[in-house]
């Protein structure tokens, strides 16, 4: 069932791109096309300032700061019922 759907699936790719191909390029009409420059807004810009915080926070940590810690494994074995 899946080879099937491939196959067709193949053809119809085949049969767009022979419709592009043989196109013709004289009935096509000329677009105007204007670029729009979006600043980001003040919460954008808050947001990254956070998260680059962190970011610097993390990659500057000092480890050395570091106390060694022990910890105990506890076994929580199923109470009698």
Do not use: W, Y
């Not at 204007?34 to 947001?47: F, M, Q, Y």
């Amino acid at each position: 069932l899946s080879l099937l759907s491939d196959v067709l699936a193949e053809k119809a790719h085949q049969e767009h791109l022979a419709g592009i191909e043989h196109s013709q390029r004289s009935k096509l009409k000329r677009t105007a096309t204007t670029e729009k420059i979006v600043l980001p807004s003040s919460e954008d810009i808050a947001t990254e300032k956070t998260h680059l915080n962190l970011c610097q926070g993390i990659e500057g940590f000092d480890k050395s700061r570091m106390q060694h810690a022990e910890t105990a494994e506890k076994i929580a074995l199923p109470g009698k019922e």
